[in-house]
Nanobody, 118 residues
């Protein structure tokens, strides 16, 4: 079982920045990638960014050049640095971990609200 706990959301004006953190703990052996997803009211949960354990990152097109995903293994923390925020970035952001261990398992945090005012 992998547990995830996000923090760092809040209210920011358009053009501002926020830094989201996700601490992961528990039985973390076998995690192959971690990422961030978001869900706006009335919308499906959507992919934002992922980072594999060998360092490859992938971003959704609208956040490329503005968001940066990183991981600190010593602190068991996944981070999403968000710059040049836009009102359309407003959503609940979720941390995800995908584990391959006698099967494939997806784990989710509880989410953190990000609100960008225009």
């Amino acid at each position: 079982q992998v547990e995830l706990a996000e923090s760092g959301g809040g209210l920011v004006h358009a053009g501002g920045s926020l830094r989201l953190s996700c601490v992961f703990f528990g039985n973390i052996v076998g995690i192959v990638d971690m990422g961030w997803y978001r869900q706006a009211p009335g919308n499906e949960r959507e992919f934002v960014a992922t980072l594999t354990t060998d360092g490859r990152s992938t971003y959704e097109d609208s956040v490329k050049g503005r968001f940066t995903i990183s991981r600190d293994n010593a602190k068991n923390t996944l981070t999403l640095q968000m710059n040049s925020l836009r009102p359309e970035d407003t959503a609940v952001y979720y941390c995800n971990a995908r584990q391959v261990r006698l099967g494939v398992f997806n784990y989710w945090g509880q989410g953190t609200q990000v609100t960008v005012s225009s």
